[in-house]
């Protein structure tokens, strides 16, 4: 597939790199049934450009290109108070000249702290212009639309990001990660049996969905739940894929089967600590050096390791963990990850 014809800035020099995780493996081993459990390996998307990236830096390199072809000065987007994505459009905003202006979801409540470290730290150091907080249940497009209403009263011009950077443009990185994933395959000589990611406001799951399916990529994908069970996060996600298909022109319907999705690790609630999101960042840390986030991917390699342990991962799969960052908010949930 052809993407040349969408402007792209780009934040990444080269393709992030693929590695085996030997010594989480064989820890993993240890606790799976017969003391054998799949290879895991990962796809370092955590080292992407932007301060540090993570998965929003490639939706955000087709989104503030098409923000800079609409001549904005401004870019609006919204998240939680230790959101990565809020974090990484603020990067990305300083580097292109840009102002940017964030509303946060108070999603639990009590949660925002003015001098919270972590993201929050990043936002304040990064020279956030403003960021309005909104409780919990809000609708958060049209808090963005008051924003951008604001700065048009001021001669000024808004460009509108949603949450996560999921739409179809901000899919098409996905897309391209896809095509990245498949060339690198091919040039290393790799093949994975499965690829396992988190799946939020569903732009990477859905965009990796359309760029299998595009390009007839035949390794499986699931997507671990980060803040929704699948009766509610397959649909947004086969929605998404659908965006993103259409805007390529695709012609195809997504299948629903082409969507899998596991829930559960999030519990009890999106960004809340759990044990074994707790046990899943020591782990890759001691094992790897691999540093994962309290929210997405250490509850994501929470279900992958539980998913081994029963049995639903088998032993002797390779599966390619996709790595999406995060690791600033580690230093907003210290107690607990130490604890
Ligand atoms: C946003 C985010 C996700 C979820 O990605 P979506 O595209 O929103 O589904 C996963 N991991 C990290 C670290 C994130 O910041």
Redesign the pocket.
């Known amino acids: 597939m052809d993407l040349s014809r969408f402007p792209r800035r780009r934040y990444t020099e080269g393709a992030t790199p693929i590695e085996p995780l030997p010594r989480f493996s064989a820890a993993l081993a240890a606790s799976c049934p017969g003391g054998r459990g799949p290879e895991v390996w990962v796809k370092r998307d ?1 080292l992407l450009g932007l301060a540090p990236g ?3 830096t490639r ?1 955000l390199e087709f989104l503030v290109a098409d923000a800079l072809a609409q001549g904005a000065d401004t870019l609006v987007t919204c ?1 939680a108070p230790q ?3 809020c974090r ?1 459009t603020l990067a990305a905003a300083a580097k292109e000249g840009l102002k940017c202006r964030f509303v946060i979801e108070e999603r639990v409540p009590g949660s925002f702290s003015e001098a919270a470290s972590g993201n929050h730290f990043l936002f304040r150091l990064l020279g956030v212009e403003d960021l309005t907080v909104v409780p919990a249940g809000t609708d958060m497009g049209a808090a963005m639309q008051g924003v951008a209403d604001e700065l048009a009263r001021q001669g000024r011009k808004a460009y509108i990001i949603p ?4 739409n179809a443009l ?1 899919g098409l990185g ?1 897309v391209a990660c896809a095509q990245e994933l498949q060339q690198q395959l091919f040039e290393q000589g790799l093949a994975f049996d499965r690829v396992v ?11 990796l969905v359309a760029g299998f399916l595009g390009n007839r990529i035949a390794v499986s994908l699931l ?1 671990i739940g ?1 803040s929704r069970d699948p009766d509610t996060q397959a649909p947004l ?1 086969r929605k998404e894929a659908q965006a993103v298909c259409d805007l390529l022109g695709l012609g195809l319907t997504v299948p629903p089967e082409a969507v899998q999705c596991v829930g559960g690790y999030w519990q009890p609630k999106y960004s809340v600590p759990t044990p074994a999101m707790v046990e899943a960042v020591q782990m890759l840390a001691r094992t790897e050096a691999l540093l994962l ?1 309290p ?3 250490g509850k ?1 390699m929470a279900g992958l390791i539980d998913l081994a342990r029963r049995g639903v991962i088998g032993a002797g799969e390779r599966v390619l963990f996709l ?5 600033t ?1 580690l230093f907003a949930y210290q107690d607990v990850l130490l604890g």
Do not use: E, L, Q, W
């Open positions: 955590d993570g998965n929003k939706k998240g959101s990565n994505h990484i949450g996560g950077g999921s901000g996905y990611v988190g799946s939020g406001s569903s732009g990477t799951h859905g965009g997507g980060v996600v986030d929210v997405y991917t994501v790595h999406t960052g995060g690791m908010a």
